[in-house]
């Protein structure tokens, strides 16, 4: 499912409220944040009150973003909720429980927008477009159709949901439209070499020591074509890193001569695995994670695992990813 026009309903939902939740997935990403402090101020500007809720910390690099501070972290619902709030923002959710937050958010009318493959289409309205190179280009579009002017904040909000979501414009997602819509935000007041300081410049230290610490497991299979590698709690405590240090550390191994896919396993203190898959041009790792409850974008997805063993699931990873990898050879 793919729509490039947003919904007339969904225009006149927004324009009907008064005060939103917005919230996106757990472990949030520059499209997260950034899609949801954009339309935060989008809404502002329609004289609308907003609160944001994630589930999980703002990631560090994420945090010079003007209402970063304003955010509200953790299991708790916000003051005043569910009876303040008109409706819910769930975005870049393509399934509930993506969010962390099923339980709270279902007590509100939800309003659903995304651009994953294999959105479960729920909400009382719901926006998909899975041809949208982040669904804060989709937030872009709702400011232009509800006729507001964006302010230099907000378009470097939305500009840093396009350099994350894109690989700094590296992926198959930077189409067309990507650069269209970089182009028009910049002409906004989007501010590229702030983005750039903030992403790729001012990394903690923990996070270069997680880094080193990942790198020493990566293993590489099928005559290099696949790489695995290992984030384990102990390395989390040795390295004092915090949540959302380990961002982008996953393109490390995928920048190898000759990977075309990748896994990155992650210990959660649940006991439970988190797994994120990256791929090059046609090779699909979408799929892979869909298959086991999970999801994302062609070269993009990630899944958690219950496995019981840890070389179990790796193993099981690396024949799945040679699947793929064969099928792309095939076609």
Not at 43 to 59: F, I
Not at 199 to 220: C, D, G, Q
Not at 276 to 305: D, K, W
Request: proline residues 5%; hydrophobic residues 40%.
């Amino acid at each position: 499912m793919s729509a490039k026009k947003i919904p007339d309903s969904l225009l006149d939902r927004l324009r009907s409220g008064k005060r939103f939740l917005l919230t996106s997935h757990v472990n949030p990403d520059g499209d997260a944040i950034g899609s949801e402090l954009g339309l935060a101020q989008v809404l502002a500007s329609l004289g609308k009150e907003t609160q944001v809720w994630n589930r999980d910390e703002t990631p560090a690099a994420y945090l010079p973003l003007i209402g970063s501070g304003n955010i509200h972290v953790g299991p708790e619902p916000p003051e005043g909720f569910p009876h303040a709030f008109d409706a819910a923002i769930l975005l870049e959710c393509p399934s509930l429980d993506r969010c962390g937050l099923e339980e709270h958010v279902t007590q509100l009318p939800m309003i659903n927008i995304d651009h994953h493959l294999g959105n479960d289409a729920y909400g009382v309205e719901t926006w998909i477009d899975t041809e949208a190179p982040a669904v804060g280009a989709m937030v872009y579009r709702l400011a232009n159709a509800l006729n507001l002017k964006i302010d230099a904040d907000t378009a470097t909000a939305l500009y840093l949901t396009l350099v994350t979501d894109t690989g700094g414009f590296r992926f198959s997602n930077a189409t067309a439209e990507a650069f269209e819509s970089a182009a028009a935000l910049v002409r906004e007041g989007a501010r590229p070499e702030q983005v750039s300081h903030w992403l790729y410049e001012s990394t903690p230290e923990a996070a270069i020591r997680l880094l080193s610490e990942i790198i020493s497991t990566l293993e590489l299979h099928r005559n290099g074509t696949i790489a695995t590698a290992w984030l384990t709690l102990d390395m989390v405590r040795r390295t004092g890193a915090r949540p959302g240090d380990a961002e982008g550390l996953i393109d490390y191994p995928r920048s190898i001569a000759g990977v075309e896919t990748v896994a990155l396993l992650k210990e959660l203190d649940s006991g439970k695995v988190k797994v994120s898959l990256r791929s090059r041009g046609e090779v699909s790792v979408e799929r892979i994670a869909r298959a086991r409850g999970g999801g994302g974008h062609r070269n993009a997805a990630g899944f958690t695992s219950e496995t019981s063993t840890g070389s179990e699931l790796q193993a099981e990873l690396v024949a799945a990813m040679a699947e793929s990898l064969d099928a792309v050879a095939v076609d």
